[in-house]
């Protein structure tokens, strides 16, 4: 069974800090890696993906990938209340494959 | 922008009723899904398409089954609505991504969500 975990949280930050979002999974066939925002009553949405080990920018956020330890990060710089949500790490089942699975999400709070 | 819509957004159904939950994609997607989301076990795939008239068993098919006879919509059937099918369902369509840069992955995008409530 594949397995992606992620820390449930909540996780607090003030407003303007960075927000730090961890992901493990089992699979180590697993070729791409998402993160999704998800806020509350709402349908999960794309924040950006990554297949190559090291960071990958976009805007405030960063995703880092390590391969070898099998863990996926994501950063939030400058962390805004329009942040708070819950973040959902999402790993394919191979090359090729059309599935994601997900973790459970953790939940952000950014605190104005 | 890619657009999947699910048009029944909130339902309210009996016990052993059959009910019929419906997507569309705008996209020309391949690949099309129905996951289900409960609190504390997060999303769940019940059902997959990957092309018309194909369909695969996703992690919790039971008391569900799908048909998709055109490309752009995927419909999701409880053949005997029960109360612990109460859940928010999504439908989904994927992409292939990055394909120009030689990274290779299926990108999900979401619809709005059907919130469910059988009593």
């Known amino acids: 069974q594949k397995e992606v975990e992620q820390n449930s949280g909540p996780l607090s930050v003030p407003e303007g800090a960075i927000a730090s979002l961890n992901c493990t999974y089992s699979d180590r066939g697993s070729q791409s890696f998402f993160w999704y925002r998800q806020y509350s009553g709402k349908s999960p949405e794309l924040i950006m993906f990554?297949?190559?080990?090291g960071d990958k920018e976009d805007g405030r956020f960063t995703a880092q990938l390590n391969k070898a330890s099998q863990y996926v990060s994501l950063l939030i710089r400058d962390s805004q209340p329009s942040d708070s949500a819950t973040y959902l790490c999402?790993?394919?089942?191979?090359?090729?494959?059309?599935?994601?699975?997900f973790g459970k999400g953790t939940k952000l709070s950014v605190i104005p | 922008d890619v657009k999947v819509t699910q048009s029944s957004r909130y339902l309210v159904k009996r016990t052993g009723e059959k009910v019929f939950l419906e997507c569309v994609q705008d996209?020309?997607?391949?690949?099309m899904f129905w996951y289900r989301q409960d609190p504390g076990l997060g999303l769940r795939l019940i059902y997959f398409s990957y092309d018309v008239k194909m369909k695969e068993k996703g992690d919790i098919p039971e008391g569900y089954s799908v048909s998709r006879e055109k490309k752009e919509r995927f419909s999701l059937i409880l053949e005997s609505a029960s109360t612990n099918q109460t859940s928010m369902y999504l439908c989904a369509s994927s992409i292939p991504t990055g394909a120009g840069t030689g990274e290779i992955g299926n990108t999900i995008y979401f619809g709005e969500g059907s919130w469910l409530t059988v009593v």
């Open positions: 990554i297949y190559s080990n």
């Open positions: 999402a790993v394919d089942s191979g090359a090729g494959s059309y599935q994601l699975t």
């Open positions: 996209m020309d997607h391949e690949n």
